[in-house]
C-alpha cells in the first residue's frame, strides 16, 4: 500500500512541477461585490447607459417595454453603498421603442440626456435634471422632440455649454455618420454636416462612441456593419479641436484584410480617452479575438495594433474605462471558459485577465442559475471603484439588467467637488421646444477637414490566457491520475 501511495505522490509531483511556471502567472485579486438586479422581474430590460459624476454619484438608465407597447426609461443612482429605487422619467406611446439612451453630466451639474425614439423615421428627445436632485420623475423637464433623425447618437456639453451630437442615420437625406450642434440647450440645431461620405456601400455606421480629451477637444470612433446580416468593415476615427466647427478626415484603424484584423458585423469598438492618450479596443478574426491601438498624441498618430487577451474570443459587448490613474480597464464576456473578464493596461502591457464572473465551461452546460451576461458596460466611480452592468442575452421575454461593484486597490479615491454655479443670464427653456419643429435651425458649419496620419499595419503578439488553457489540462490530468490510482490499487 505503501509504494502504491509513493507511485501516486510521484505522479503528482511531477504534474505539479512540470506547469509550475504556469501557476506562478501574476493574477488580480480583486474582490467584487454580489449580483444585483437593477430592472422590473416581468419586463425585457435594454442595456444600461451610465455615466459616473465628479460629485459621488453614478447614474444608470435603460429601457424596459410595457404590455401595452408603450416603453419607459428608467433611472437608478449609486452613491457607493446603496442603490436608489429606480423611478420612470419618461413614457413613450405605443410602438415606438427607445435606442441609444445617452446621457451627460456637464460641469453645472446638469445631467442631460438624449436618444432616439420611434420605428421609422427614428428622431432624437432630450430632456434633463439637476444630478443631484434627479430622484424625482418631477424634477425632469418635460422631453424636447428634436427634429433630427438618428438609428443611434452620442453626444457632449462643453464648459460653454454647447450641445454637440453625433448620430447614424439613413434615410433620403444621407447614409453615414453626422454631426450638429445647439447653443441654446437643444431647442435649435445647426444643419448636420456629413462627417464620413467615403463610407462603405451597403454598409451603416454603428456603436458610435464620443468623447472629450482634457483639452476640450473631440473624439469619435464607430465602424460600420449590414443589417442583420453578419459582415462588417472599416473602424473609423475622427476629430474636432474646435468645437465642432471642422473636423479631420475619417482615419481607418482597422479594416477587412487577410489575418487575425479581419472585421464582422460583431467588431463592435469601444474607445476611452485618458488625458491625450486615446485607446480602442474592437474585435475581428474569425473567432472575433481582441484588438487595441492608442494614438499617445491627441489622434495625430497611431500605435500598431496588438492582439490583447490572447486567444480568448468572442462578441457579447464590451466595455472601456479609465480609472483614477488614468489606465483603461477593460471588461468584456467571452470564452473559454465563458464569463466575465476583466484586464488593465499597466504601463506597456495587459495585465494577465481575471475571469470576474463565472458562466459556464463551454456550449454544453448551460445553467439557469448563470446570467449569460452580455453588454458589460462599466462606469468608475471617485476614481477606484467600478460600477459593472450587464444583462441577460437580447432574446430573453424577461431580460434582466444587473449590476456589481468592486473597489480598485492601492488606488485612492478622487475626492468629489461642488457643481460650478450657472451664469445668470438668461437661457432658453428646451420644454418649450416641445411642441417645435426645429429641424436643422441655425447656421450650418463649415465641413472642413484635414488629414489623420498613422499606421495601419497589424502586428501580432503572444496569448497571455495561455495558463487558464493550461489549468484547465492540468486539472483534467489530476482527475485522471486519481482515477488510474484507484483502479491500479484495486489491481
Not at 94 to 123: C, Q, R
Not at 202 to 228: C, N, Q, R, S
Not at 356 to 379: C, L, M, Q, V
Request: hydrophobic share 40%; with cysteine.
Amino acid at each position: 500500500m505503501i509504494r502504491r501511495f509513493l507511485f501516486f505522490l510521484l505522479v503528482c509531483i511531477l504534474i505539479g512541477g512540470g506547469t509550475a511556471g504556469f501557476w506562478r502567472v501574476p493574477r488580480q485579486e480583486t474582490t467584487w461585490s454580489g449580483v444585483v438586479r437593477l430592472s422590473s422581474q416581468n419586463k425585457a430590460a435594454s442595456e444600461a447607459s451610465l455615466i459616473a459624476d465628479p460629485y459621488g454619484y453614478v447614474h444608470v438608465f435603460w429601457a424596459e417595454e410595457n404590455p401595452d407597447e408603450t416603453n419607459l426609461i428608467l433611472y437608478a443612482r449609486y452613491d457607493g453603498e446603496t442603490w436608489s429605487y429606480p423611478v420612470d422619467i419618461y413614457i413613450s406611446g405605443p410602438n415606438s421603442p427607445i435606442n441609444g439612451i445617452a446621457p451627460f453630466v456637464d460641469a453645472y451639474g446638469t445631467l442631460h440626456v438624449m436618444w432616439a425614439e420611434g420605428l421609422f423615421p427614428k428622431f432624437m428627445r432630450y430632456t434633463y435634471a439637476p444630478a443631484l436632485d434627479a430622484l424625482s420623475s418631477a424634477n425632469w423637464a418635460k422631453p424636447n422632440q428634436i427634429r433630427l433623425q438618428a438609428d443611434q447618437l452620442d453626444f457632449l456639453v462643453d464648459d460653454q455649454g454647447i450641445f454637440h451630437v453625433l448620430f447614424g442615420m439613413n434615410n433620403a437625406a444621407g447614409r453615414g455618420v453626422f454631426y450638429a450642434q445647439s447653443r441654446d440647450q437643444a431647442v435649435t440645431w445647426s444643419s448636420p454636416l456629413w462627417l464620413d461620405p467615403d463610407n462603405p456601400s451597403e454598409l451603416l455606421p454603428a456603436k458610435i462612441t464620443f468623447a472629450f480629451d482634457d483639452a476640450g477637444g473631440m473624439h469619435a470612433v464607430w465602424f460600420y456593419k449590414a443589417f442583420e446580416e453578419s459582415n462588417g468593415d472599416w473602424v473609423r476615427y475622427i476629430q474636432s479641436l474646435d468645437q465642432g466647427q471642422t473636423w479631420s478626415k475619417p482615419f481607418t484603424i482597422a479594416k477587412n484584410s487577410e489575418g487575425d484584423d479581419e472585421l464582422n458585423a460583431f467588431a463592435s469598438p469601444v474607445m476611452a480617452v485618458s488625458g491625450q492618450t486615446i485607446h480602442v479596443i474592437w474585435a475581428g478574426g474569425d473567432l472575433l479575438y481582441r484588438h487595441h491601438r492608442y494614438s499617445p498624441d491627441g489622434g495625430n498618430t497611431w500605435s500598431d495594433t496588438t492582439r490583447i487577451l490572447g486567444d480568448l474570443n468572442g462578441q457579447a459587448g464590451d466595455g472601456l474605462i479609465i480609472d483614477g490613474m488614468g489606465r483603461p480597464h477593460y471588461f468584456a464576456q467571452i470564452r473559454f471558459p465563458v464569463g466575465i473578464y476583466h484586464t488593465y493596461l499597466d504601463e506597456d502591457h495587459w495585465t494577465f485577465p481575471q475571469m470576474i464572473y463565472f458562466i459556464r465551461f463551454g456550449n454544453t452546460d448551460k445553467s439557469d442559475e448563470r446570467i449569460e451576461a452580455h453588454a458589460t458596460y462599466p462606469a468608475i466611480r471617485l476614481g477606484n471603484q467600478v460600477i459593472l452592468t450587464f444583462t441577460d442575452p437580447p432574446p430573453e421575454d424577461n431580460r434582466g439588467l444587473f449590476v456589481m461593484t468592486t473597489t480598485l486597490k492601492n488606488i485612492p479615491p478622487v475626492a468629489p467637488i461642488t457643481p460650478l454655479q450657472p451664469d445668470l443670464t438668461e437661457t432658453p427653456d428646451p420644454t418649450a421646444a416641445a411642441e417645435t419643429d426645429n429641424s436643422s435651425q441655425g447656421d450650418p458649419l463649415t465641413p472642413t477637414q484635414t488629414a489623420i496620419p498613422g499606421d495601419t499595419t497589424p502586428s501580432k503578439v503572444g496569448s497571455p490566457n495561455l495558463a487558464l488553457v493550461w489549468g484547465m489540462i492540468v486539472s483534467l490530468v489530476l482527475v485522471i491520475g486519481v482515477l488510474a490510482y484507484r483502479q491500479f490499487s484495486r489491481s
